[in-house]
Nanobody
């Protein structure tokens, strides 16, 4: 099991930039696939991006491809989500999650979750 704590959320203007961070507690952090999910009011929680244990492989939802970048630093037990050019439709609570499943994409494949951080994009 791994404890996850997100930070870096807040209010950002359309076209600005924001970096979310997620600190993980597990000593075996480097063995986890990490993902960033988001949930807007009245909507399902959706996968935004994920990264393999080594960082060599990444996945992005079509809605954020080319604008968001996921990265990780296994030496620091950290995973990041850089949001460039955010849009009002990116407004949501963003969650960091960890999975032992290779190439995990489904919410059910992620066993450990952070508490979430609010991101609000103003137009």
């Amino acid at each position: 099991q791994v404890q996850l704590v997100e930070s870096g959320g807040g209010l950002v203007q359309t076209g600005g930039s924001l970096r979310l961070s997620c600190a993980a507690s597990a000593s075996t952090f480097s063995s986890y696939v990490m993902g960033w999910f988001r949930q807007a009011p009245g909507k399902e929680r959706e996968l935004v991006a994920s990264i393999s244990w080594s960082g060599a492989s990444t996945y992005y939802a079509d809605s954020v491809k080319g604008r968001f970048t996921i990265s990780r630093d296994n030496a620091k037990n950290m995973v990041y989500l850089r949001m460039n050019g955010p849009k009002p439709e990116d407004t949501a609570v963003y969650y960091c999650a960890a999975s032992r499943t290779l190439a995990a994409r489904r919410r059910s494949e992620y066993a450990d979750w952070g508490q979430g951080t609010q991101v609000t994009v103003s137009s």
